[in-house]
């Protein structure tokens, strides 16, 4: 199964205003990241952020992370009509191995 | 310096033949990840290829195989093809520095008649 679970599913917003999107996850981690995928495109790397880090900013994004609620959140802040995309938290589990895990992804349109 | 390239970027093949599709990672990654991504599964992890070597490999069955080269080059295969294989397939190097930050191909548009 998924590692990580993303909500809200789809999300329609007006230029200019926020988008917030969340993301659980199953087991510990060393790190978790959030990625952008224009439709039907490989993904981008957006923001890593440490186990051992609450919130992180990039430009227009800011993610935090609970650890203890096996939770983070992707903050998009005055968002534009190229914002438009899915985008996924990935999460690599602390048992080993290299597996990279993605949720299910927010679908994000961005209306000008 | 050069990203990871994926090819074909789209391809069409009917029930039951065999498929191969290449990846190039960036230039000095030894790590290579396939991915699946369907509408409704979303992206499923297939394998992983360090230095020649498979590391890690997801719940897909036997006809899903992969290989790496010495170049680190990799490429995927599937056998006897089915309508549900139909999907966009990510390779993704591993960037070396330990973060397990993935740079990804524009991927291998599959579709299964």
Redesign the interface.
């Known amino acids: 199964s998924?590692q990580g679970e993303e909500d809200p599913q789809a999300l329609s917003i007006q230029e200019g205003e926020n988008a917030t999107m969340n993301c659980s996850y199953k087991t510990s981690i060393?790190?978790l990241?959030w990625?952008r995928q224009n439709s039907?495109?490989?993904?981008?790397?957006l923001i890593?952020i440490r186990s051992n880090e609450r919130e992180k900013h990039s430009g227009r994004l800011r993610v935090t992370l609970d650890t203890s609620k096996k939770s983070s959140s992707l903050l998009i802040t005055a968002s534009r009509a190229a914002d438009t995309a899915s985008y996924?938290c990935?999460t690599?589990p602390n048992t080993g191995?290299?597996?990279?895990?993605?949720?299910?992804?927010t679908r994000l349109f961005v209306k000008a | 310096k050069a990203g990871v390239t994926q090819t074909p970027r789209y391809l069409i093949k009917t029930r039951g033949q065999q498929v191969t599709l290449s990846c190039s990672p960036i230039s000095g990654h030894r790590s290579v990840s396939w991915y699946q991504q369907t509408p409704g599964q979303g992206l499923q992890f297939l394998f992983e290829y360090f230095s020649e070597t498979q590391r890690n490999k997801g719940n897909f069955p036997g006809r899903f195989s992969g290989r790496q080269f010495s170049n680190s080059r990799s490429e995927m295969n599937v056998s006897t093809l089915e309508l549900g294989d139909s999907a966009l397939y990510l390779c993704a190097s591993r960037d070396p520095g330990g973060a397990n930050v993935l740079t990804f191909g524009a991927g291998s548009r599959l579709t299964v008649l």
């Open positions: 998924q060393n790190n990241q990625y039907g495109r490989g993904l981008v790397h890593l996924f990935a690599v191995g290299f597996k990279t895990i993605f949720g299910a992804g």
